[in-house]
């Protein structure tokens, strides 16, 4: 709590605290955006815009998805702030949704988000394998002529190159999230500067080069008149090109939320930020506004040269394996190409590769913190957030999250089955607002169903529009985007990704199966130790 | 024998509706005993000057407060009464003289520290007599020393800092209030050899240590029951690329204590941001936390039997 500041006339101080107060300050804005960035991602979510929005949705305006996006995961971010600032420690949302709604219910959508962000994490190791080092090979491979590097391009994208070097890559994801945190912070702070400098690399390559310039540049490296018929080879593929730009923009509202999935992550570890209430928003805020507009200043660089419908072709292209072409629906090749200095392709490509090992570090950092919660209402056993004494990690936790991520890996790779880097991360959007329903809706309804606590709440949960409060008009606009990132799902199913029985049935599976360990837990602490894990979730009357 | 169910909180810092709800859950969860682990006492006064004609104006969280009618003050004393500061209702030239006198100030602040100790002592008193509970209620290494004579006098309430009771016929309970120096050098802050010592006298009045329950202040060093926010020398956190860095910072005469005299149990505070568990040898070590300034009870229900920790658990309320 912060000591407030007392003006210097006599009598006009606002408050006499105690010299031995404890009181100290707070972490700045800054700090709190910084993570929002890592796990927005600089780098996937950086490719993400260009070499899948317009192409998955074929028709849809990849600046306006952007800011429509934008605009709701405002109302998102504030939603998931006041969470935090309700419940400020490990797991906010699952710890609200308990309290407030149904701990069993919150327990399971905690379960299920977990598993599927640790899952994503490793589709997003993927990436590195599939993207960043193909690009750096290929490229170089190109420039210098050296076929070996093309052909290691090529087998680093394919299935088996996809889980050897992803597997590698887990790996020293799980070595660096074992070591002390503040080694790993460090870590992370480099990244972000990275990432920032490979942005600037890309607005100067993009924005250097002449309107006219792409095309010849295109058919130097992919084969001459390979840029004239890349729109009438992804037609001749299936691509159509829906004309009703609005629709398909709100069609791509999913992406767009993915796009920016991870400002809202410090809620999870609500209980290790200082003054939530103020933290939690501004910071959730800036690292939205802040990477909507690196993201849209490289959407307008780069509609500066290439149309939208070839963007768009490229990106289909990509999805599209059966169209027998190398694709390469990626931002980092395009400006690549338009200024081919192997030095700046490198720092690009080192700082992808870095800053996708960053964005699963902030996946298994915030899966631990909610794992932590669940050891926490002893609903897991002990042993697994047991302390490492040297390190001062949680080993078996982040094994755990990292075994899962594999299996995110191979997922990816198709190896085993049929899988692929966008499926997974397009339903994990989707299974992961589903879950989000249920700590939603009970901020929505906290200010009814739980008014003593609501009453004690600060100011910033108790503000009021009229006479309704603010989180209750904010909480159903987040719930009426949630609603139509389901609906679209259906209605407007992605290239690629869209939702069908086996992977709702997997879904159902782990909300089942989170309900299981729930109340197993449940049975075994009552009968062995006499405890009643639901002690944990209820309100106290003050006497 | 049966089995006997504590109730742990600690670090209220002065907030009513914490302790409150303490006491309610001590009737909801049926414990047999409540302990209180210090840190009771609340951290600032608010002023509610007077302006004149039943009006008042205060300032509570940067949000200014202006109650004009008897309804509106009570409902504003309460409000800062539940975040654990002190309501003072002042004249205006009142205000003028307590901020001019350091000395007045202070006199001021211990008179009501003093006073709300007192109240929730004899709350307790009337809430758990009627059902046989005991409440054992230590001050903290942030509370004066004045505050101990306001927990003595009753019958069911007791201060057990540097004095044994009994539990129940197989459990003994001491505690000790002090802790290692904290950069505000409160009030009960003690180097680490004289902490040891004090640790070493408590010990000493136990009969079976090996089935004793004590009730320290500050949690052992590096237990993960002592991890909060590293300060730089401004008192302000330190923190790298987005993350807030943590430190151990409780005492290690308490850890060598718990190694050497292996109670069953013992109860920590301080660190409010760790709350949790472990065990150091075969003793269990909970640190129950405190979210006191958001209304919100954390507190620990513990299972004794004769010669084990049946179970436990810890709750938000």
Known sequence: MTEMVAPAESGERKLYARKTSGLIRTIGVFGAMVFGVHCISLSSSGLIP????????????????????????????????????????????YTLASRVLSPPLAFAASWTLVIFSAMVAGSLIAWIPLVALPTLTRSMGIIFSNPSLVSFAD??????????????????????????TRTIVRILEVGFFLGLLAWVILYFQLGTASPDAFPAAWDRFMGAGSYEGRIALAQQNGMVI???????????????????????????????????????????????????????????????????????????????PAAGVTAMPWITFYAAILSPSFPLVLIVAIAWIYTLINLAQTYFFYCSRIIFAWSFDRLIPEAVCWIHPTLRSPIWAILIISVVAEVGIIDSSGL??????????????????????????????FPYLKPDLYQNA???????????????????????????????????????????????????????????VFYGARAYRLSREGIDINWTFQSVPPV | MGMTRILYASDFHGSEVAFRKFLGAALQYKADALVVGGDVTGKAMIPIKHQGGGRYDAHLFG??????????????????SNVGFYPIILEPEEAGELEADEHKMGQRFEREMIERVRLWMTLAEETLSPKGIHLYFMPGNDDLYSIDAAIEGFSHVHNPDARRFALDDDHELVGVSQANMTPWKCARDTEESELAARLDQAVALLQAPERSVMVIHVPPFDSGLDVCPELDENLKIVHRGGQVLMKPVGSSAVRVAIEKAQPLLTLHGHIHESPGHTRIGRTLCVNAGSEYAEGILKAAIINLERDRVKGHVLISA
Not at chain 1, 54 to 72: D, E, K, N, Q
Not at chain 1, 159 to 173: N, P, Q
Not at chain 1, 266 to 276: D, H, I, L, N
């Open chain 1, 50 to 93: 260009y070499s899948w929005i317009a192409g998955v949705w074929p028709g849809s305006s990849i600046i306006g998805v952007l800011t429509v996006a934008a605009v709701f995961c405002l109302f998102h971010a504030y939603t998931y702030a006041t969470i935090g600032a309700t419940m400020p420690r490990s797991a906010a949302d």
């Open chain 1, 155 to 180: 087998w680093s994208a394919s299935s088996t190159g996809i889980f050897v070097i992803g597997t590698i890559c887990a790996v020293i994801t799980f070595l660096t999230m074992i070591l002390p």
């Open chain 1, 242 to 320: 829906n004309p009703n730009v609005a629709i398909m923009t709100l069609a791509g509202l999913i992406m767009g939320f993915w796009v920016f999935y991870g400002y809202y992550i410090p809620t999870f570890f609500a209980g290790e930020v200082k003054q939530a209430e103020t933290t939690l928003l501004t910071g959730s805020w800036s690292s939205l506004i802040v990477t909507w507009a690196i993201f849209v200043l490289g959407a307008l660089l780069l509609q500066r040269l290439v149309p939208l419908e070839w963007i768009a072709a490229e990106s289909f292209l990509g999805q599209t």
């Open chain 1, 416 to 445: 085993l089955w049929a899988g692929s880097v966008m499926g997974a991360q397009l339903n994990f959007v989707f299974f992961a607002v589903v879950t989000m329903f249920v700590p939603v809706i009970a901020i929505t309804l």
């Open chain 1, 458 to 516: 600060s100011a910033m949960v108790r503000r009021k529009l009229g006479s309704v409060p603010l989180i209750t008009v904010v909480g159903c606009i987040t719930l009426a985007y949630m609603v139509w990132m389901v609906i679209a799902s259906f209605l407007y199913p992605a290239v690629g990704g869209g939702i069908n029985a086996t992977k709702l049935a997997v879904l159902a599976g782990l909300i089942i199966t989170g309900l299981a």
């Open chain 2, 63 to 80: 949000r200014r407060e202006t109650p004009s009618s008897p309804e509106e003050l009570a409902g504003l004393l309460k409000t800062i």
